[in-house]
């Protein structure tokens, strides 16, 4: 172009060159990387229990030599005694049991074992406990032997049985005397050294016999008449309540026909 100055064109063929060789060098210029997201918090790993320590076992001690060596020269003391066979019998005896009242009760050892008259098998020989009681009656009681072989018992709750004794004092209508009351079921008898104030009678001879506990006196009365006024000499009234409690309990079942026992 013929007015335009040369230097105007070298200038703008340099822009154009400048301008050329940064396009060239934006995209050959590799991407950036994009910035790594921030990593979260983690919560700290949990610290494992502490475990608790083993029980240490104890060492087993293994038997000496010399122990082993005696354990099987005698085999016995290592194993038990066989116990006996079950249902294996035990020898014993046979008690057989009577009373002068049918269907009495039997306890031997405390145990209920039926009524009378009946028999005990297979009794263990040894001592045993017999306990005999009957409606009306007082109980017997008694501590018999068994053995092999064969026994018998008999209870008479009809007999009457009384063995009472009691220190008293005679009182008279001047002074009084010493001496001692003496009640079986043949009888009761006053025995002292005056003679002329001793007695014997039959329990169902008696006129009167009662006591009174507060005065502290026993008193009972012959069918002859005379009466006897008895203190105890302890002056202990509970004496001669006892006494004139086991008399009078003889004279009722007398009364009713029961008989003396023998003495």
Do not use: W
């Amino acid at each position: 172009m013929p007015g335009v100055n040369r230097f105007t064109v070298i200038a703008a063929v340099g822009v154009v060159m400048t301008l050329a060789g940064g396009l060239a060098y934006l995209s050959l210029r590799p991407a950036p990387k994009p910035a790594a997201a921030p990593r979260a918090a983690s919560a700290p790993a949990p610290r494992p229990a502490a475990t608790p320590p083993k029980a240490e076992t104890p060492p087993v001690v293994q038997p000496a030599a010399s122990a082993r060596r005696r354990a099987a020269a005698r085999p016995e003391a290592a194993t038990a005694a066989a116990p006996a066979a079950a249902g294996t019998p035990v020898a014993g005896g046979t008690l057989r049991i009577e009373s002068d009242v049918d269907g009495a009760q039997v306890f031997i050892d405390r145990e209920y074992v039926g009524v009378t008259p009946l028999t005990a098998n297979g009794v263990a020989p040894g001592s045993h406990r017999v306990n005999v009681s009957a409606q009306g009656y007082e109980g017997y009681a008694e501590t018999i032997d068994v053995a092999a072989g064969s026994r018998e018992l008999r209870v008479n709750f009809k007999d009457v049985r009384l063995a009472a004794s009691l220190p008293v004092v005679h009182k008279h209508r001047f002074g009084s005397c010493r001496g001692r009351l003496v009640a079986t079921p043949q009888g009761l008898r006053y025995e002292t050294a005056d003679k002329s104030d001793a007695f014997s009678a039959g329990l169902l001879d008696l006129g009167a016999f009662q006591v009174d506990y507060l005065e502290k006196n026993l008193r009972l009365t012959l069918r002859s008449g005379k009466r006897y006024d008895f203190t105890d000499p302890e002056d202990n009234a509970d004496h001669l309540f006892v006494f004139h409690r086991d008399v009078e309990k003889a004279r009722e079942r007398l009364k009713k026909g029961d008989r003396p026992a023998q003495p």
